[in-house]
């Protein structure tokens, strides 16, 4: 301890260079996603149910858990004609 009874950070110090060799992202060369914001949208009631019940089919076909949120960006880039 130091003199005014903080306790001794040497050894956190010493041990910073182990974090810095970590890699900082997981992320795979070329696999690159967009930036994202959130945009909060109020929808009808009847719209809402259909985008679950649409998610949970899609989930059960493909086998795998599909989003509303996948389902929303694949419907706005089929009707935008556009790619991200």
Known sequence: MTM???PD???FIEGAGA???????D??????TPPVRQKGLRLPVPLLTALR???VH???????????????ITALQSYLDIKI
């Open 53 to 55: 019940l649409r998610a």
């Open 27 to 32: 992320r795979k060369a070329g696999n690159v």
């Open 4 to 6: 005014r009874g903080k």
């Open 9 to 11: 950070i040497s050894s």
């Open 58 to 72: 899609e989930s059960e076909a493909q086998g795998r858990r599909v989003t509303e949120q996948e389902i929303i």
């Open 19 to 25: 974090a810095e060799k970590s890699p900082k992202s």
